[in-house]
C-alpha cells in the first residue's frame, strides 16, 4: 500500500529556517514526480513546488522562489522542502503528492496527483 508521511514541521520565528520530508513506502519513489503543497486556514490548498523523478526538473511557485528548495533521495524514498527566511505568511499545512504514473512531469494542479500525504503543520510566528 503506498503511503507518504510528511514530517520537520513546527512553530519557528520570521526569518528562520525548516527542512520538511516526504518519506514513501509501498513504492519506489523515483521515478515519481512530487509536488508539494500548503493550505492555510480558509484558503484554498495551493502549490509550493515540485520535483521530477529523477530530480533533474524543479518548479516552485513565485511566491516561495529564492527561499524554498526542493530536492530528493532516491535511494531513502525521500522528497525534501527547504524552507528559508520564512515569513508569516507562510504558516500552513504542508502537503507532499505522487503523480500517479512515473516519468510524468511535474505538475501545479492538485488534481493531477494521486496519493497524499497527511500534512504536516508549519507555524511561522512574527
Known amino acids: 500500500q503506498v503511503q507518504l508521511v510528511e514530517s520537520g514541521g513546527g512553530l519557528v520565528q520570521a526569518g528562520g529556517s525548516l527542512r520538511l520530508s516526504c518519506a514513501a513506502s509501498g513504492l519506489t519513489f523515483s521515478g515519481y514526480a512530487t509536488g508539494w503543497f500548503r493550505q492555510a486556514p480558509g484558503k484554498e490548498r495551493e502549490f509550493v513546488g515540485g520535483?521530477?523523478?529523477?530530480?533533474?526538473?524543479?518548479l516552485y511557485a513565485d511566491s516561495v522562489k529564492g527561499r524554498f528548495t526542493i530536492s530528493r533521495d532516491n535511494a531513502k524514498n525521500t522528497v525534501y522542502l527547504q524552507m528559508n527566511s520564512l515569513k508569516p505568511e507562510d504558516t500552513a499545512i504542508y502537503y507532499c503528492?505522487?503523480?500517479?504514473?512515473?516519468?510524468?512531469?511535474?505538475?501545479?494542479?492538485?488534481?493531477?496527483?494521486?496519493?497524499w500525504g497527511q500534512g504536516t503543520q508549519v507555524t511561522v510566528s512574527s
Open positions: 520535483v521530477s523523478g529523477t530530480g533533474g526538473s524543479i
Open positions: 503528492a505522487k503523480r500517479p504514473r512515473s516519468n510524468w512531469s511535474v505538475s501545479s494542479t492538485r488534481s493531477d496527483y494521486d496519493y
